[in-house]
């Protein structure tokens, strides 16, 4: 199980990567991935890649898409492509990645 970025209970939005094997025990990845700080993201699994979409980095809605293979790097895949949105949904079905709502 994998936690991509968010905001912590002070509201402070967070660009960390963390995982569990257990969900007891986790250990962080990387305190801060390529990819801005952000919450209300949305992300999945596809393609043996970790994905991040959207989301809102306290100013501003997102439109940038990211990926990884092991968590610690991240590549952008693309920016402005789809609408800047938050509060989505990201699924991977059929052989590719589906955005909904947002």
Do not use: C
Request: charged share 15%.
């Amino acid at each position: 199980m994998w936690l991509l970025g968010g905001k912590d209970n002070s509201g402070t939005l967070k660009n960390d990567v963390w995982n569990t094997a257990d969900g007891v025990s986790w250990t962080q990845i990387t305190a801060s991935a390529n990819f801005s700080a952000r919450s209300d993201h949305a992300s999945a699994e596809f393609d043996s890649k970790m994905w991040v979409a959207g989301g809102h980095d306290g100013s501003n809605y997102l439109s940038d898409v990211w990926h990884s293979a092991d968590g610690s790097t991240w590549t952008q895949s693309s920016t402005g492509v789809i609408p800047a949105r938050a509060e989505h949904t990201l699924s991977a079905f059929n052989g590719m990645l589906w955005i909904l709502g947002g």
